[in-house]
């Protein structure tokens, strides 16, 4: 069975009637709500009827629908910002690196390769700026909060694993509120940077290396999994998991996902597991 799941301002079942197999249910008055629906096609006219309206609209299974995995990605997704553009900001190079950055999320380069390039550029730069890019520019994106208190309270294992920095995904995963992450080492001479990062490196394979461990170790079937991303590391990850979720990403990305969150924030990643308002712990 499936449902249209339907977020954003505005959100009404009368919008799309006639194209429902029974009554909507609402998760959130006026913002977000359910409406059974027999397939595919059902999510393409809802799409054409609200083409111009900020909705989030998505089929989504009923079946084992509220997730018992989540793995997610840091920068973009998680976060408000790419750290690695943050740190060149600090070292005057934010352009340069910030243009290789939007490449690799796109799936233009090859993300092991524009990862080395772009840490070697940082040679040299002062190992304080990283504790000033973390508390000047990174913020936790709206409802991260909210997702990762509801799903633990539910009994799900939540994974922060980022192509970005251990430096950053310690702290992210700890105010965030997840149970583990993953992220590259930057290496350094105890003053700056080397301009180098510890192999292997973490990219595509190894998020969906760390989403498949996970769902092993649990005992868990993939249908039982969520995984979010924005770039084109996440690929692989977001199409192994029962939901993945393209969180405002890159069109590469978008296109590939089961799920698309283009207009709402990370609480959207609950409505689309079917909780509703009073189910969701308030905690951003």
Known sequence: MFVLNVI????????????????????SAGHAFDLPVVGIAALIAARDIAADLPLDINLVKTDQRRKMLLVADMDSTIINVECLDELADMAGLKPQIAAITERAMRGELEFEGALKERVGMLKGLKLDALERTYVERVRLNPGARSLLATMRANGAHTMLVSGGFGYFTKRVAEAAGFHVERGNILLDDGVALTGEVALPILGREAKLAALEEAAASLKLDYAQ???????????????????????????????????AVNHNDLTA????QGYSDTEIVSAD
Not at 237 to 254: E, F, N, Q, S, W
Not at 269 to 272: E, F, G, K, R, S
């Open 269 to 272: 990643l609950l409505y689309l």
């Open 225 to 259: 999994t969520l995984a979010v991303g924005d770039g084109a590391n996440d690929l692989a990850m977001i199409g192994r998991a029962g939901l993945g979720v393209a969180y405002h990403a890159k069109p590469v990305v978008a296109q590939a996902a089961g799920a």
């Open 8 to 27: 954003g301002k505005g959100a009404d079942p009368k919008l799309f009637s006639g194209l429902g197999s029974g009554d909507a249910r609402i998760l």
